[in-house]
């Protein structure tokens, strides 16, 4: 899966559309295979995105958890841990 993709649900803050719309981008031009798409394509590619964001906005406002709220710093630090890790610091 897209590596710029990231998990969106059960965090505190809630996801932003604007979070979803760029993950729903992220999903579009993946699948597509486009970064950019064409004049004649770009309807299709914005309706798309559209399409994914509003389908995955239901998603992430549907889902239930009992789990509590994952904070942004502590899994930004995880990421960069994990980063250092895999590239070196």
């Known amino acids: ?5 990231h998990v969106l649900f059960n965090f505190e803050p809630c996801a932003t559309e604007d979070e979803i719309r760029a993950a729903a981008l992220q999903y579009v031009r993946k699948i ?8 004649v394509n770009t309807p299709a590619f914005d309706r798309a995105v559209d399409d994914v964001a509003r389908a995955s906005s239901a998603l992430v406002d549907s889902l239930v958890t009992a789990a509590p709220p994952r904070s942004r710093e502590v899994e930004l630090a995880r990421a960069h841990e994990r980063a250092a890790r895999r590239f070196g610091a």
């Open 32 to 39: 597509s295979g486009y970064v950019k798409p064409s004049a």
């Open 1 to 5: 899966m897209c590596r710029n993709i």
